[in-house]
T-cell receptor
Framework: DVKVTQSSRYLVKRTGEKVFLECVQDMDHENMFWYRQDPGLGLRLIYFSYDVKMKEKGDIPEGYSVSREKKERFSLILESASTNQTSMYLC?????????????FGAGTRLSVL | SQQGEEDPQALSIQEGENATMNCSYKTSINNLQWYRQNSGRGLVHLILIRSNEREKHSGRLRVTLDTSKKSSSLLITASRAADTASYFCATGGSNYKLTFGKGTLLTVNP
């Protein structure tokens, strides 16, 4: 089974802190994704990566950056956390196949910025 | 940008009944997928239907796709309390990304 592991289930940070959310997948998937999920807004794509060191902005990249130095690891960075970044963050991975681009999700990190 | 839109937003049924959720989308797709999310957890893939397919089954799940109407439906037969979750449709296009709808919250009462 594919396993996508997010480093923390719950995280509490203060405004202005630099926050790192880590995601690791064990299925040698080419693609990795970061979403945030808010009530009434569904899942919104922040960034995705289709290869090591490659990244592409999603729908809401402002205030975030990402890093993918190794194929299995995709990090989301909040440069200076703000209260409006309080949310559930979901990481996902998928194969590099357009025909079968099923995404496998981690359990999520619920981030609170105080 | 959100493409898939599920309908209804919430659905409450009794155990043993069937549950039907609908999804509409706006642009051409390569495939359409349905995912399930238990409260506070990540999403789990349920089923994928390609744009050239009209119907697909998996256990108690039946998915239909009408590309002329840009719509899909997910039917869960003989529902169980354990089916209580949010269900999302997601459309895949010409790249590796998926665009998710806002979901239908299904409650199955014992």
């Amino acid at each position: 089974d594919v396993k996508v592991t997010q480093s923390s289930r719950y995280l509490v940070k203060r405004t202005g802190e630099k926050v790192f959310l880590e995601c690791v997948q064990d299925m040698d998937h080419e693609n990795m994704f970061w979403y945030r999920q808010d009530p009434g807004l569904g899942l919104r794509l922040i960034y995705f990566s289709y290869d090591v060191k490659m990244k592409e902005k999603g729908d809401i990249p402002e205030g975030y950056s990402v890093s993918r130095e190794k194929k299995e690891r995709f990090s989301l960075i909040l440069e200076s956390a703000s209260t409006n970044q309080t949310s559930m963050y979901l990481c996902a991975s998928s194969r590099g196949s357009l025909a079968k681009n099923i995404q496998y999700f981690g359990a999520g990190t619920r981030l609170s910025v105080l | 940008s959100q493409q898939g839109e599920e309908d209804p937003q919430a659905l409450s049924i009794q155990e043993g009944e069937n549950a039907t959720m609908n999804c509409s989308y706006k642009t051409s797709i390569n495939n359409l997928q349905w995912y399930r999310q238990n409260s506070g957890r990540g999403l789990v893939h349920l089923i994928l239907i390609r744009s050239n397919e009209r119907e697909k089954h998996s256990g108690r799940l039946r998915v239909t796709l009408d590309t002329s109407k840009k719509s899909s439906s997910l039917l869960i037969t003989a529902s169980r309390a354990a089916d209580t979750a949010s269900y999302f449709c997601a459309t895949g296009g010409s790249n590796y990304k998926l665009t998710f709808g806002k979901g239908t919250l299904l409650t199955v009462n014992p």
